[in-house]
């Protein structure tokens, strides 16, 4: 291991490979303790604390992983696609996550994988050329080991995508603008706030405050879904919105109830949206209601959307998984075969990101930005799909594997 001084160097070339000074205040919290409110601009409302601190994170990485899980570990030439993937996409991505992984341990398939597992790795993927595939690919087949994790109920779950949700706003309450947007009030002793039907009664009462309003309902539940959104305000001004935390209500998926029971013919947003707009308010705020689930939303200064691992998410190379059984940071495979209307999704991408609907060890959504293009190909991408998770080849991981 490098000494001290020499470690210090290498982590600010790390750093330095991510632009982003913000993402450096995010790693440094993962060892100081939760950030604190950070304070805003007058035009701003302050912003809330996210729902998970990196400790909070760090004990759900601890948890054991999902029973009946056996790790196989394969060479990446059997993964489909490998040959042809833009994997030097990923190094940024990576890097970015490279600023936690340095401070904060994670697990990988039950294998725990401390900070000095990670140093050597994130130096090696700084020094890749930018947009170089074949060095990335190099850099990946010499540093990881692409390992399959089957549960006991198989080695295949669902996959799907998401984007950044584009709304219309203002600060102020009018005529038009008259859907809240709240920041997230937390959790009382950690307990579950009031259901969607509830918060629309206005149960919250003055205990969360509208950071801004929009001109729709459904724009508004669409944004609540993908978890992040850009707001095109009345003064002209784009703010952009994240994730910041949940009333702790499982969710239910609207498309799929309202299909199940014949109003819809398939489980598409643009079906919802034209069964909901034949309704009147009060009827389309009872359908909506289905879903006690309720999504709270801070105010980001950032250009790009942050996920839930605190780093920016990068279009088509970030997915958001269960982090009970997936760790944030790691880097996976994704194989989808073509679904609906969609093409097949082989590359690989960094898990950087959580859902409210994403549950259990083999399920994910890939983030594809922002954009006409993305939203496309976001409603295109759900179909069965496997993943193999790629570790590292340090000392640590590979002695545990081998007990």
Known sequence: ????????????????????????????????????VATSTSARPP??????????????????????????AVNPNVLPGWSSDRQGQVIPALLNSCGVLTFQRMIAIGVEATPDDWFDVCIAAA??????????????????????????????????????????????????????????????????????????????????????????????????????????????KVVGIGYA?????????????????????????????????????????????????????????????VGAQGVPLTAGRSLAVDPRHVPLGALIWLHVPRGSGGDDVRRLVVAQDTGGAISGPVRGDVFWGTGDAARGRALATNAPGQYYMLVPKTHTILTQLAK
């Not at 470690?7 to 750093?15: A, E, N, V």
């Not at 912003?47 to 196989?72: K, Y």
């Not at 935390?245 to 199940?260: A, E, I, K, M, S």
């Open 47 to 72: 912003l809330p604390p996210i729902e998970r601190t990196p400790d909070e994170l760090d004990e759900i990485l601890r948890a054991p992983s999902s029973p009946g899980a056996t790790p196989v």
């Open 245 to 305: 935390g949940q009333n702790g209500h499982r969710f239910v998926d609207l498309t799929q109830v309202l299909q199940r029971r014949g109003a819809l013919p398939d489980r598409s947003f643009a079906g919802l949206k034209r069964y909901l707009d034949r309704l009147p308010a009060a009827r389309r705020q009872a359908v909506m209601n289905l879903n006690p689930s309720y999504v709270f939303f801070r105010i980001r200064d950032g250009k790009d959307p």
């Open 1 to 36: 291991m490098p000494a001290d001084s020499s470690r210090k160097t290498i982590l600010r070339r790390i750093r330095a490979s991510t632009a982003s000074l913000a993402l450096l205040a995010l790693a440094a919290c993962a060892t100081e303790g939760p950030p604190g």
């Open 127 to 236: 020094g890749v050329p930018p947009d170089d595939d074949q060095a990335a690919r190099r850099f990946f087949e010499q540093w990881f080991t692409p390992v399959k994790v089957a549960t006991e109920n198989g080695d295949t779950g669902r996959f799907t995508g998401y984007y950044e949700a584009q709304l219309r706003g203002s600060w102020k309450k009018t005529a038009r603008y008259d859907v809240p947007i709240y920041g997230y009030p937390g959790r009382p002793n950690g307990g579950r706030l009031p259901a969607r039907a509830q918060i629309a009664r206005g149960a919250l009462g003055k205990h969360a405050k509208p950071l801004l309003w929009v001109d729709s309902a459904f724009d508004a539940y669409v944004l609540e879904v993908q978890g992040s959104g850009r707001v095109h305000m009345e003064d002209g």
